[in-house]
Structures are given as structure tokens and as C-alpha cells.
């Protein structure tokens, strides 16, 4: 396969990339690991570790909506049959089969992950394409998807910057995508309840229901970086800078951001 990942997105050379800041979604959390270099490995090894128990402990947030919620968003975000999408951070392929019930055919649907783990569980779900790899690197081709999609995982990519610009990359002039990730309340009250519920509820039934330990890690690792992400002004500034038009994002119910933009059709 051709390495795409040297080719400059804006066709504007090495100084454009230069001018691009990097944005790591959330500051290190040194309560998890010691340094920026080491958080990869530490999500990687949460994610492997909890992995079988994931849609166990997604049922425990959502009672159960998120299969159907996520298909809906991708209909809202312009999903229709004849399309091809990446499904990047595919984890246990909750987006993925969302899309594939939308497309009517698993072949054009591919998913993407750096957990081994996480893309074992998928394979029990889906038969089409899982491909391992990640989000700041992509291992396809240029311009090759129509839309992009990317759920609850911003949090976990190493740098904003890269990643957007790899999304830019993979993308057929005119494609589009949907990012989902948690709101996180701005008023002190609800911040305070939700703290409580993802620290102290959600981690003890985790552990109760699974006796797995990552799984119980996982939940209190979920809220630390919904707590100190970067703000969602800086998500979509992040996605203009890229190059990408249309950015906006829509707030569902007040606890999930629907981030979408489009790639501009040449
Ligand atoms: C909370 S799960 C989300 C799974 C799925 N998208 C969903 O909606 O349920 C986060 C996923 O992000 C993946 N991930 C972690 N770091 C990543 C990276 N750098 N690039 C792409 N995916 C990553 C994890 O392996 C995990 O499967």
C-alpha cells in the first residue's frame, strides 16, 4: 500500500504544515501516566484490557441507546446508501454497525483501531474491513472515503492537529465528517453530580458487574479526560485550520457534541 502520509493535504508545502500548533486534547494526567510520550501505550493497554467488558459498561451509560443514537447521527451528518466510510477508533464497531444498517452492505464500511483487543470485539459484530492503525497515522490511501466518522475517542488521539489533518487526507473532495464526543456540563452543580456518577457510581458497578479491573479503571479514566478536555471552541478551530468549510457543531440533548464539517468539493 502507498504511504499517503507524507503528502502535504493543502498541496501548500512543508511551511504550511509548519504554521499548525499542536493541540493535544487534554493536558498529561499524571494520575495515569508519567509523561505525554507514555499515554498511548497506557490507552492502549486500557482499552485491550477492558475491551470484552466495553459494551457491557456502554450499556451501564446509555441504558442501551447508543447502538441506535449513533446510527441516527450519521444519518443526520449525511450518511446515505452508495457511500464509503472510515470508521476511525471503530472499538467494538458501535459506529460501524450503525453504518452498515445505513449502507445496507458491511463492504463499505471500514473500520480502524489501534487496540487488538477492541478490533476482536468488533470482528464478532461485523464482517467487513477492520484494519489496525490510528488516527494521527492512517493506513489508507489519499481521498479515498466519503464521509469519516469518529466516536467518543478525541479524547484519546495525541494531537488534534494530526489527526484532523490525516481526516483531511483520506477524504474525497466533498466528504464529510462526524465526530461524537461527551459534553462536559459548564455549571458547577452538574458537573459535581457527573463527576460523582462516572468516579465513584459507575466504576463500582463496572467492577460489581465485570470483577474486571481495567473495566473500572476505564470509567474513571472516561471522566478525567471529558473533564479536561480541550473546549469545544478549540475543537472546531482546530477543524478551520485544518482547511475543513462547514464546521458546526450541534449539542443532542445536552450531553453528546456532534462536531461536523466537510472536506471543500475541488
Ligand atoms: C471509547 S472507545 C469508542 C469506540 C466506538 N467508537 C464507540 O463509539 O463506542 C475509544 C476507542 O478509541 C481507540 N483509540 C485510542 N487511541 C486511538 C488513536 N490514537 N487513534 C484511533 N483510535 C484510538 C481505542 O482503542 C478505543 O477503541
Request: charged content about 25%.
Amino acid at each position: 500500500m502507498r504511504d499517503g502520509r507524507r503528502e502535504d493535504p493543502h498541496g501548500r508545502g512543508d511551511a504550511a504544515r509548519d504554521e499548525t500548533t499542536a493541540t493535544p486534547p487534554h493536558p498529561v494526567l499524571e494520575q495515569y501516566y508519567a509523561r505525554a510520550d507514555d499515554r498511548q501505550s497506557f490507552v492502549g493497554a486500557l482499552f485491550d484490557g477492558a475491551a470484552r467488558h466495553y459494551n457491557r459498561i456502554g450499556r451501564m451509560l446509555d441504558f442501551g441507546s447508543g447502538p441506535w443514537y449513533r446510527r441516527d447521527a450519521l444519518r443526520r451528518a449525511g450518511l446515505r446508501p452508495g457511500m464509503r466510510l472510515l470508521d476511525v477508533a471503530v472499538g467494538t464497531g458501535l459506529v460501524a454497525r450503525g453504518a452498515v444498517d445505513i449502507l445496507g452492505k458491511p463492504g463499505g464500511v471500514i473500520g480502524v483501531d489501534p487496540s487488538r483487543g477492541m478490533l476482536q470485539e468488533a470482528r464478532k459484530a461485523l464482517s467487513g474491513p477492520l484494519v489496525q492503525g490510528r488516527a494521527e497515522a492512517l493506513p489508507f490511501h489519499n481521498g479515498r472515503f466519503d464521509m469519516l466518522s469518529m466516536g467518543f475517542a478525541l479524547r484519546h488521539v495525541p494531537d488534534l492537529a494530526v489527526a484532523f489533518r490525516e481526516y483531511w487526507r483520506v477524504l474525497k473532495p466533498g466528504g464529510r465528517i462526524l465526530l461524537l464526543e461527551v459534553v462536559r456540563p459548564s455549571s458547577p452543580v452538574s458537573r459535581w453530580l457527573v463527576r460523582t456518577h462516572f468516579q465513584r457510581i459507575l466504576p463500582l458497578m463496572a467492577r460489581i458487574s465485570t470483577r474486571s479491573e481495567p473495566a473500572q479503571l476505564l470509567m474513571k479514566f472516561y471522566w478525567d479526560t471529558i473533564d479536561q478536555c480541550v473546549p469545544p471552541e478549540t475543537i472546531l478551530e482546530v477543524l478551520r485550520r485544518t482547511g475543513f468549510v462547514a464546521v458546526d457543531r450541534h449539542v443532542f440533548y445536552g450531553l453528546i457534541n456532534e462536531y461536523v464539517a466537510a472536506k471543500p468539493p475541488q
